[in-house]
């Protein structure tokens, strides 16, 4: 019940095209759902996040859409680049859990040119 | 501004010998420290984090141990290091948990 299902685990995309990364949680006391960009040998850094009270949030070119009652979340990366090529981690994460973010495997996605 | 230093980068070590990896957080106090494992494929693993000096929790059984001896110091440690402890392992930091994790550059370990 603790777990985040990522999917797909790697993916490619031409430049221009739409990136979509998805993510499926069991425990319902989620209430914050980061997303984390990782570049080859570098640590995480947090892209954007939303809480489920709002259904869509928009940063950019990246926009993170959530369906409460479907208990999923997903990054959408609009017209992607090729400086978007990295590793992307969802997660989750309920209030009174010190900070033990619950993340997904990964997905590593290639913008080609 | 807040930053967080980890060392050494990478790291090559026998079978059986030490370990002893090193996380300083700056430019805040009390922070929530945590040290992760990236292994191929596998996403990030939480080993262990820390609201305060001295304490520590463990999320995984292993060879491995933390430390927390200062407010912004964290310390990742083994007696003898197995095959299986490769990886990249990442420290990294919260305040007061608002959901923001600040991540280090990481630490490359081999074990041969």
């Known amino acids: 019940q603790q777990q985040v299902k990522q999917s797909p685990q790697s993916l490619i995309v031409q430049k221009g095209g739409i990136s979509i990364i998805n993510c499926a949680y069991e425990n319902t006391a989620f209430d914050y759902f980061p997303w984390y960009q990782q570049f080859p040998g570098k640590g995480p850094a947090l892209l954007i996040a939303i809480r489920p009270d709002v259904s869509e949030k928009k940063e950019g070119r990246f926009t993170i859409s959530f369906n409460k009652s479907a208990k999923q979340f997903s990054l959408h990366i609009m017209d992607s680049q090729p400086g978007d090529s990295a590793t992307y981690f969802c997660a989750a994460i309920y209030g009174g859990s010190q900070g033990n973010l619950i993340f997904g495997k990964g997905t590593k996605l290639s913008v080609k040119p | 501004s807040q930053t967080i230093h980890q060392w050494p980068a990478t790291l090559v070590q026998p079978v059986g010998s030490p370990l002893s990896l090193e996380c300083t957080v700056e430019?805040?106090?009390?922070?929530?420290l945590y040290w992760y494992r990236q292994a191929a494929g596998r996403g990030l693993q939480l080993l262990f984090y820390?609201?305060?000096?001295?304490?520590i929790s463990s999320e995984v059984p292993q060879n491995l141990s933390a430390s927390r001896p200062q407010d912004r110091q964290f310390i990742l440690s083994s007696k003898k290091l197995l095959l299986s402890d490769s990886g990249f392992y990442l420290c990294?930091?919260?305040?007061?948990?608002?959901?923001?994790?600040?991540f280090g550059e990481g630490s490359r370990l081999t074990v041969l």
């Open positions: 820390s609201v305060g000096i001295g304490q």
């Open positions: 430019g805040t106090s009390n922070p929530n």
């Open positions: 990294a930091w919260s305040s007061d948990w608002d959901g923001e994790l600040f």
